[in-house]
């Protein structure tokens, strides 16, 4: 008789990396032994992952109708009170909550994400329960903050994580700092604390970036992916563009993505005089043939849990400067592969001109050493890891 499992995220439709690791996961799990449904708790609907047939997608929890206007003005507001509404149940009566939205019974639930997917998991022993840790956990340490209100916030997401956590037999780590983190900020779970990196398809990536794209760019270009919002910071690409600007440089920096920072970050592009360096290309199905004609891909988020974007970077060799977030240190071999840097506008600009001028074949050896190095970052181990722990 086949398991039935549930994976719990956070979205599958919000165009992320978190999304695109779910999707090789169940598009390649043993289909003969396991029965495969995922719960989606925010429907972003700006991508819609391809997920094969025999995997069922549950009613998604909630949808953000304000991500493209979906509606009127008072549909908007009556929907942003339900979001609040359900935020509230799952974290004060999540079982409540779950009886409301889960009506079937499964053998073995996934939390996907940490917080509202993980509260949602069921307290039933005879289920076997997982936890995803996509990212590293500073953020949760309220002893750190400062202003008092954001450490009340901070206290209450810390308090009931650490309840959730109780609940299962795993916990899964996808970075060394991602791990270390869970460990300094959460108490009891050492013992069930373990480390699955994430897997990719590397000739699925390879396919895609053979896209025609009519490539349009003579000068070198600096890609940037993902969200346009705060974590992603990509303000800070923008400044370092100046600089590299007044270095006398030809270059284009391409930032692919929407969000709430889009009208903010085009101000920004227009008061530098920077509209015929940095263009905001919008969201794209299909980033890989921009990544794979790139110069050097740019990361300049705060928290990251494993930068999904870098290692499918690297699988087109193309090298990388990150700042310093969770699993950039390991995919950068030692600086064989890509840069780290601080939230620093001049070490960053320097970094890119460095990589962009390509001087001695600089920038092509650290090409050759990503497709090298991510190689061990292969899909059909991180199915091995999980097809174990799922048949515990």
Known sequence: ??????????????????????????????????????????HMGLRNESIREEVKILKPVLKDLSIHNNGSSMRVMINKVHICTVKFMAYVFPALLRKCLIKDHYDVEIAFN????????SKNDRVKKFLWYHGSVENLDYTQESNFVKRIKTWKDFYFQNKANKKFNRIIAISNRTYDSVVDIFEDTNEKLIKIYNGFNFKDILYKSMEPLGWPYKDPVIIGVGRLDANKNFSLLIDAAKIIKDSGKNFKVIILGEGEE???????????GLEDYVILNGYSSNPFPYIKNAKVLCVTS?????PTVIAEGMALGCPFISTKVAGADELSNEGNCGFLVDYNVKELSEKLITLIDN?????????????EHIQKYS??????NIENILDM
């Open 1 to 42: 008789m086949k398991k039935k499992v549930l994976f719990i995220i956070w979205t599958l439709t919000g165009g992320g990396g978190s999304e695109r690791i779910l999707a090789n996961i169940v598009n390649n799990l043993d289909i003969e032994k396991y029965e495969i449904s995922i719960l989606e708790y925010m």
């Open 114 to 121: 940490h917080l509202f997917p993980s509260f949602l998991i």
């Open 262 to 272: 889009m009208t903010s970050l085009q101000s920004q592009i227009n008061n530098l």
């Open 302 to 306: 705060k928290l990251e849990g494993f």
């Open 359 to 371: 001087k001695d074949n600089f920038r092509d050896r650290l090409s050759t050493n990503c497709v």
């Open 379 to 384: 899909l059909s181990d991180q199915i091995k």
